[in-house]
């Protein structure tokens, strides 16, 4: 890499950072000169050895007295290191280097990442709820590292112990028009997030699924998943707090990373509002109640239980995996719309879709204990239903779950979600000739 190619990457990622035009930098100036701040020199400095795939120590890094100095250092560096190469020398990997395709950390902080929906992404429907959960949750913690400048296992609060990101709250949103089953296999989308932390407690942040085209900016493209949906953008919201295990892994005590880098995620104001919902869910034992038109397909709650395999559900951490909660409520969910008084047919419930859902997370389990999951299912009388043709009409569900550890009763999850069947014979079944006849009388 010559040393003008070498000027224009460090003159991109200094205009990006500073919001300055590239043409308007003197190279003969240090970058604090274009109003580059303490926190930003460390973003910058952790975005340049990325880049650059080098190591600023601190004797270096203070060194450098203008643009141009650091041009020539990272020049000589990186021919030294292409030297050394052709002389069958291979320099020592990055441990945290990833193929630029797949993952890009912008120097403002934000996080793109390429998802091409393959099997892993997929289940009985298309894209799963699951294992998009999984994708997101990695590039999360991810994100997290890279800001903090640790892996993962090395993110530790004061007295050493290791810590983990965990999840207490989850959204979910795919546009209603165009639900999770309508991305299938090969389809490509462009994850985007920002990160924000309150205090060293939380962490805060939503990831947008664009188009694969779609222009990478250096703040997120919507102000929250609502402005998203209204576009025709899935999101999904991810909140953290920061746990230990002290007593397995259904006893975990919320503390706090001590690690320096932590402080160069940009901080809120005030606690997240993802907070203040999961405390009213706690209480309420659902985010929300079915909105007029829906009619129960119960009697009230109907309760299954749900033995933990510990070879599939729980992660490396012994903890049982967040991305697997809505897995449990959906295998549970099943066996419900199946013996509901209102029944679906097996062709129906292969059929449902998300599109919309919002879960606490409260508590976690040991490897041997067995969930109990109350599960509350109604669906909307598409008869009762104005200036649609209810033979066109997709059925819509909506389901409320509270989801306790049988050991001792513990809540463990609420959640609320809504969902959509489409089926392409579904005026001829008689679950829909059920609903006819509920109008009628």
Not at 137 to 150: A, E, I, K, N, T
Request: proline share 6%; net charge negative; charged share 25%.
């Amino acid at each position: 890499m010559d040393k003008a190619m070498v000027e224009l990457q460090v003159k991109g990622i200094v205009a990006e950072m500073s919001k300055t035009d590239e043409a308007s930098l003197d190279v003969l100036k240090w970058v604090t000169h274009y109003n580059i701040d303490s926190l930003q020199l460390l973003v910058l400095r952790e975005t340049l050895e990325s880049v650059f795939q080098v190591h600023l120590s601190d004797s270096v890094w203070l060194s450098f007295r203008s643009m141009a100095e650091l041009v020539d250092y990272l020049s000589n560096k990186k021919a030294a290191l292409n030297g050394a190469a052709n002389h069958n020398v291979v320099a020592p990997a990055q441990p945290d280097a990833r193929p630029t395709s797949e993952r890009r950390y912008r120097p403002s902080g934000m996080l793109y990442a390429d998802i091409e929906i393959g099997m892993p992404l997929t289940g009985r429907n298309h894209l799963a709820e699951g294992p998009l959960l999984q994708r997101l949750g990695d590039l999360r913690w991810g994100h997290l590292s890279h800001l903090c400048g640790v892996p993962s296992k090395q993110i530790v609060d004061a007295e050493g112990h290791r810590l983990y990101p965990t999840f207490f709250y989850v959204e979910i949103g795919f546009p209603r028009h165009r639900p999770m089953a309508a991305f299938g296999e090969n389809d490509r989308l462009k994850a985007a997030s920002a990160l924000q932390r309150f205090g060293a407690s939380m962490l805060d942040g939503t990831f947008y699924l664009l188009p694969e085209d779609y222009p990478e900016t250096t703040t997120p493209a919507f102000a929250n998943i609502e402005a998203a949906l209204a576009a025709g953008v899935p999101a999904v919201r991810l909140s953290n707090i920061f746990v230990m295990q002290f007593g397995g892994a259904e006893w975990l005590k919320k503390s706090r990373p001590a690690n320096p880098g932590f402080e160069r995620i940009t901080e809120m104001s005030e606690a997240p509002d993802s907070y203040a919902s999961v405390k009213r869910a706690e209480k309420d034992c659902h985010f929300a109640l079915p909105p007029p038109g829906f009619v129960p397909m119960t009697k009230g709650a109907i309760n299954r239980e749900y033995k933990l395999v510990p070879d599939r559900d729980l992660n490396g951490a012994g903890l049982v995996y967040f991305a697997n909660y809505p897995v449990f409520l959906d295998v549970c969910e099943r066996d419900v719309l199946a013996t509901a008084e209102l029944p679906l047919t097996d062709e129906l419930i292969d059929r449902r879709t998300l599109v919309r859902r919002q879960s606490a997370y409260l508590n976690n389990a040991s490897a041997h204990d067995v969930l109990s999951i109350d599960i509350e299912a109604f669906v909307e009388n598409p008869f009762a239903t104005e200036n649609i043709a209810p033979e066109m009409a997709p059925i819509r569900l909506f389901i409320n779950y509270r989801m306790y550890r049988k050991s001792d009763a513990r809540l463990m999850m609420v959640s609320t979600a809504e969902k959509l069947i489409f089926s392409r014979a579904m005026e001829e079944t008689p679950f829909f000739a059920t609903l006819q006849n509920m109008s009628t009388n």
